[in-house]
């Protein structure tokens, strides 16, 4: 059960390390630490994702800034409250890491593949320029009973068929983790800049049950 529940949600990143760890939580005595990794695009630019570590993994004591390692895991949310709401908080969590001694190209270092169930009706608009947009969430189920719920962002045809999904249905996602800048209103005089993640949709499919 467990393992046919894992292949739902694979990632592999490889990336450069670019900050130190920092204690997250524990669980029945493991330590878990994040740390960031800045991996690159084909279009130059780069996506920094946070990553979670089990301190069985890897010396988390250690510093490992301008290494750069290769991770297999999962996209994983929780759910933080913070002023009165709750905000979906996204990591890849790391089952195996292992270190390397460059990068690859940026086809081969962001991958994952997501199956999954829409769980919100698909937001589907256009850009000024005309391009099209459509906004996934997937729920993603893990053993015990949890899930995960990844937000997924799909372009021009996918947008459009992306479109048509209705809550509940069965979807198979193939596309990357990005992140992205964006400027939170706190009040009428103060803002925030913060990270969002998603996973940015190449191919896509509706799985009949």
Not at 63 to 73: F, H, L, P, Q, S
Not at 76 to 81: L, P
Request: aromatic content about 10%; some cysteine.
């Amino acid at each position: 059960m467990s393992d046919k529940v894992i292949e739902n949600n694979q990632v592999t990143i490889m990336g450069e390390v670019v900050s130190e760890f920092t204690f997250s939580h524990e669980v029945f005595g493991e330590g878990f630490y994040m740390v960031e990794v800045l991996v690159r695009r084909l279009s130059n630019s780069d996506d920094r994702i946070p990553l979670m570590v089990s301190e069985r993994l890897i010396d988390v004591t250690q510093d490992y800034r301008g290494e750069y390692i290769m991770v297999n895991g999962q996209f994983r949310s929780y759910n933080r409250h913070e002023e009165d709401r709750n905000r979906l908080v996204l990591s890849v969590f790391a089952r195996e890491i292992s270190f390397v001694e460059e990068e690859l190209d940026g086809a081969k270092t962001n991958n994952i593949l997501l199956d999954g169930y829409i769980c919100k009706a698909p937001v589907y608009r256009k850009t000024p320029l005309g391009r099209e947009i459509a906004d996934l969430l997937l729920a993603v189920n893990r053993p015990y009973g949890k899930s995960d719920y990844i937000p997924c962002i799909c372009w021009g045809r996918n947008a459009r068929y992306a479109s048509s999904f209705e809550v509940g249905e069965h979807v198979q996602v193939l596309g990357r983790i990005q992140s992205r800048e964006y400027v939170k209103k706190l009040s009428e005089v103060e803002t925030e800049k913060r990270v969002a993640y998603e996973v940015s949709v190449s191919k896509l499919e509706c799985v009949g049950e």
